[in-house]
């Protein structure tokens, strides 16, 4: 494994494009809904969506919260809330904490509602739009808010036809938006953390060294998991770990091992890199490894 810098180099062209289309739709939309990866809070926010809603009112969604450390999403919770934003914490597969948005959604604008009635314009929905890079489980959390129904509640004034809405109950109807806002980043860590849930899709990006730099994160934070996981003791981490030689050589060793409890071998007793690489990989994607989360408030700020 080579532990110099990776290049990934990711970047979609239609994102000038993608923006002057949010940009538009925001003017129509009273709140802003930003999805988040509960895993990696700070990498799955594009800081483009945060300058361009600037003055919107906005709830941030910590979406696939089952997947991360409680800890670290009650620790986040309270991070974005010292900043003045609701967070909410939901897994759009099972539906836990959508309930919990659309009161918080209620809670926001009811201030701005009561004055809209005050105008005269009862009975107007609040309007809402959801925003988030590729991944953090944008359809399904609207699939999830909108108890899979689509059912469209007709045009509005300076809305094109491609738009639209979706009646989430009688209070609120979302903007569903076709395209969404892609993550522009310069950091190598933002690149790994969303190579590593699958937001950059592996068939572009060298899937050993993503693998290598995952456990590479993982033994340092969350140990336990992988010993627990692939039956391999602290001890025998600790051991290689302090081995007279470079860092990468030894956690690439710990990698062959894991290779081996899973039966990776090929001919010649040697270890399948690839497939031990998509087994490390797909575990941590799907939980099997354990609730992790990669971006921790106490490393991060």
């Known amino acids: 494994m080579d532990d110099n810098k990776m290049n990934i180099n990711w970047y979609p062209g239609h994102m000038a494009k993608t923006r002057k289309q949010i940009e538009a739709d925001l003017k129509i939309v009273d709140i802003v809904i930003e999805i988040l990866d509960s895993r990696i809070p700070i990498s799955s926010r594009n800081p483009d969506i945060e300058k361009i809603t600037e003055g919107k009112e906005k709830i941030i969604v910590l979406n696939k919260c089952d997947l991360a450390d409680e800890k670290e999403n009650q620790r986040w919770v309270s991070y974005f809330r010292q900043r003045g934003i609701v967070a909410v914490l939901t897994d759009s597969n099972s539906g836990k904490g959508i309930e919990n948005c ?9 201030e701005h509602m009561q004055e809209q009635a ?16 590729p991944n953090v489980g944008k ?55 969303l190579s590593f ?8 990006l060298p899937r050993i060294e993503i693998a290598y730099q995952l456990l590479k994160v993982l033994l340092q934070n969350y140990r336990s998991h992988i010993c ?3 039956g391999i003791s602290e001890n025998y981490i600790e051991e290689i770990l302090n081995q007279q030689q470079p860092e990468n050589i030894n956690i ?47 490393h991060n700020f």
């Open 139 to 193: 359809s399904s959390f609207i699939n999830r808010i909108s108890k899979r129904t689509t059912a469209g509640v007709g045009n509005k004034p300076g809305v094109t036809k491609q738009k639209q809405w979706i009646r989430i109950n009688e209070k609120i109807e979302l903007l569903d938006t076709p395209g969404v806002l892609w993550p522009k980043f310069e950091s190598e860590e933002v690149g790994l953390n």
């Open 102 to 110: 659309i009161k918080e959604i209620e809670k926001i604008m009811e």
């Open 228 to 230: 627990n996981r692939y």
């Open 252 to 298: 690439y060793e710990i990698m062959l091992e894991i290779g081996r409890k899973r039966g990776c071998i090929i001919s010649g007793g040697n270890i399948d890199e690839e497939k031990t690489a998509r087994i490390i990989l797909d575990e941590f994607k799907n939980g099997k490894l354990g609730k992790i989360t990669l971006e921790c408030i106490e």
């Open 197 to 204: 849930t699958g937001t950059i899709k592996e068939e572009i």
């Open 118 to 133: 005050r105008k005269g314009r009862v009975g107007r929905r609040i309007r809402a739009i959801i925003l988030g890079i």
